[in-house]
Nanobody
């Protein structure tokens, strides 16, 4: 069965960059869209970005457009989230989760549309 592991989080100053990885085991990611989500303390988990299988179309939350880039490397069974110009409001635990084949559109993914296969998450802290 599919399992996902998030990695790459850390503590950075505002304006800094991180690259998160979502690596799959048990199944190939070839047929899955992958969404990135984040959850700040006391807040709901929210969609950040999504990348579809096959055509590699992407979607982003308005708050991260122009700063974050999602990509995939199927040979490595991994999806990445490159995060640039990080802001304190980007702080949270970042998770990835799968959806069959396609993201819903050009916007962020929804928690309710992905399969309930969550990894442990990776913590991103942006502060001075």
């Amino acid at each position: 069965q599919l399992q996902l592991v998030e990695s790459g989080g850390g503590s950075v100053q505002p304006g800094g960059s991180l690259r998160l990885s979502c690596t799959a085991s048990g199944e190939t990611l070839d047929f899955y869209a992958i969404g990135w989500f984040r959850q700040a303390p006391g807040k709901e988990r929210e969609g950040v970005s999504c990348i579809s299988a096959g055509d590699d179309t992407t979607g982003y939350a308005e708050s991260v457009k122009g700063r974050f880039t999602i990509s995939r490397d199927n040979a490595k069974n991994t999806v990445y989230l490159q995060m640039n110009n990080l802001k304190p409001e980007d702080t949270g635990v970042y998770y990835c989760a799968p959806k069959w084949y396609y993201c819903s559109g050009s916007g962020p993914p929804s928690v309710k549309e992905v399969l309930e296969i969550w990894g442990q998450g990776t913590l991103v802290t942006v502060s001075s």
